[in-house]
Nanobody, 123 residues
Framework: QLQASGGGLVQAGGSLRLSCAAS????????MAWFRQAPGKEREFVAG????????YYAESVKGRFTISRDNAKYTGYLQMNSLKPEDTAIYYC??????????????????WGQGTQVTVSS
């Protein structure tokens, strides 16, 4: 499983850096992504990154504010979140992509979700 951490309470306009820790080197073989789920809403795609770390993809709602990255030597992925807004409040999960279908935003293509980390942005 992947374990997300680094969440917390921050004021609007602030920043947080989330980490996604993997247990082994197989992490380096997979496309990874961050998803989030706000209360009463479905889990949604936030950002994705190829196994080598060069290809990124972002949801429109976070483009220009969030940056996804990874350090394969440490089996760890990251999500740098800047200019946070109250609507970014959610539980954030990282996952690995196991099915390479036509839609990289489809959570059904991912597994190893872990518990997630809570991000709360106050106005």
């Amino acid at each position: 499983q992947l374990q997300a951490s680094g969440g917390g309470l921050v004021q609007a306009g602030g920043s947080l850096r989330l980490s996604c820790a993997a247990s082994g080197r197989t992490f380096t073989m997979y496309y990874m992504a961050w998803f989030r789920q706000a209360p009463g809403k479905e889990r949604e795609f936030v950002a994705g990154l190829t196994s080598g770390g060069r290809g990124t993809y972002y949801a429109e709602s976070v483009k220009g504010r969030f940056t996804i990255s990874r350090d394969n030597a440490k089996y760890t992925g990251y999500l740098q979140m800047n200019s946070l807004k109250p609507e970014d409040t959610a539980i954030y999960y990282c996952a690995r992509r196991i099915n390479y279908g036509s839609n990289r935003s489809d959570l059904r293509e991912y597994d190893s979700w872990g518990q997630g980390t809570q991000v709360t942005v106050s106005s």
